[in-house]
Structure formats: structure tokens, C-alpha cells
């Protein structure tokens, strides 16, 4: 039997949370999609990555019932991430959205938040982060 004082402290980093719900991933750099779509299907989500706005807003309205949540950039060609953000909401209100972005001047997380989108992250993201983010919005909804 090892006493209290002769355990040793655990070091590192607590798990990183999983799941299996359907991600539908915004991001304009093809490289970040592709990498994040990885990343989270090895955690055991199904993801469906887009690298233009336009075309992951035509999935979404193809099949809305089809995502558990929608993680967009804030910053892309043709509709940014808080336009696509209010037109997938208009379309399923309760939908989850994470929203990432490396300029946080162009919308605080005050402003993302009166919008509906549950959570606010700054680029560079770290897996950890992104993870425990995913998990603590779909939990909640």
C-alpha cells in the first residue's frame, strides 16, 4: 500500500475530452482545416470541413439537422464568421457555434456572446483548449 505523502504528484496535462458528434468546421486556410478536421476525428468526432464560407453554409442548409455544432473562423472570404454564424441560426436557432479568431478587434466576446455563439477562442488554438471547449457547449446544450 503507498501512504498519502509517498504518492507522487501527477504531471502533465488533464485528458483531453472526446465524443461523436457531427462538427461541421469553417476555416478559409485549407491547411488549418484540413489539420483541425484530423486533429478532432481522432478524438471521435465526424467532421465535415469547408475552406469556404459559401459552401459550408449550402451543406448547413442542405441538411441542417445533419450538425451537432458549427466551429467557424472569423475572418474569410465571402460571408465572415458572424454572418455565417446568424444565417445557420436563423436556420436552427439552437445550434452550437464556437468561434474562432486570431483579430479580436473585429468582434469582442461580449458581442459574440449577445449573438448566440457559445464560445469566443483566440487563434493559435491548442487542441486542449478546442477540445474542452467542444465539450463544455455540447454538454450545455
Not at 103 to 120: D, L, N, P, T, Y
Request: proline share 6%; charged share 25%; with cysteine.
Amino acid at each position: 500500500m503507498v501512504s498519502e505523502k509517498n504518492k507522487k504528484p501527477q504531471l502533465g496535462h488533464p485528458p483531453i475530452p472526446t465524443g461523436t458528434e457531427r462538427i461541421l468546421f469553417v476555416d478559409d486556410e485549407e491547411h488549418l482545416a484540413e489539420l483541425w478536421g484530423e486533429m478532432l476525428e481522432s478524438l471521435g468526432y465526424f467532421v465535415t470541413a469547408h475552406t469556404s464560407s459559401m459552401e459550408a453554409l449550402e451543406t448547413f442548409q442542405a441538411n441542417p439537422d445533419r450538425f451537432d455544432l458549427m466551429i467557424t473562423d472569423m475572418t474569410m472570404p465571402q460571408i465572415i464568421g458572424t454572418e455565417l454564424s446568424k444565417e445557420a441560426r436563423r436556420i436552427r436557432p439552437e445550434l452550437p457555434i464556437i468561434l474562432c479568431t486570431g483579430f479580436s478587434v473585429q468582434i469582442s466576446e461580449k458581442e459574440a456572446e449577445e449573438m448566440g455563439i457559445r464560445r469566443f477562442l483566440t487563434k493559435p488554438l491548442a487542441l486542449l483548449v478546442l477540445a474542452q471547449a467542444i465539450r463544455e457547449v455540447l454538454d450545455e446544450h
